[in-house]
């Protein structure tokens, strides 16, 4: 018996609608990370982009445990002495809640060329509404 490997044009690619109210940040984004890279499809292939699109809705209302909110921060360098900036989980909730979903998610994909194909796959939103509803976008009960 031989192994399948997908090819990439064998690949039918679906959309999926997640809805980010009241789920727990890590939780969600292994979810995400499985739909994009296509680990919840039998015709997974780890060097081939096999996954899906993803599409997230109420970003800005996502639950995160413990002391998170005020403690967990993001860290952004310029590579200039003394630009370090260090910013609250509270803080980018207000000014870039897709951010979270992104951040988190993008930690869960390989370092390599494909993740920053799949991470392309990925729309965040802050609020309810979304511009793809012309793609028929599949619940995704996570």
Same mark, same amino acid.
Request: charged share 30%.
């Given at each position: ?59 800005? #209302? ?33 000014? #870039? ?46």
């Amino acid at each position: 018996m031989k192994s399948f490997l997908a090819k990439t044009d064998d690949t039918e690619k679906k959309w999926y609608l997640v809805d980010a109210e009241e789920q727990i940040l890590g939780r969600l984004a292994v979810k995400i990370a499985n739909i994009l890279r296509g680990r919840n499809k039998p015709t997974y292939t780890p060097h081939i982009d096999t996954g899906d699109f993803v599409v997230v809705i109420n970003a800005e #209302k996502v639950a995160v445990s413990g002391n998170k909110e005020e403690q967990k921060d993001y860290m952004f360098y310029t590579g200039y002495f003394g630009n370090e900036k260090h910013r609250k989980l509270k803080d980018m909730r207000k000014n #870039k809640p897709a951010f979270i979903i992104e951040n988190a998610v993008k930690g869960m994909l390989p370092r390599n060329r494909l993740s920053r194909q799949m991470l392309k796959k990925l729309k965040i939103y802050a609020g309810p509404n979304h511009p793809h509803d012309a793609q028929q976008p599949i619940i995704f009960e996570a």
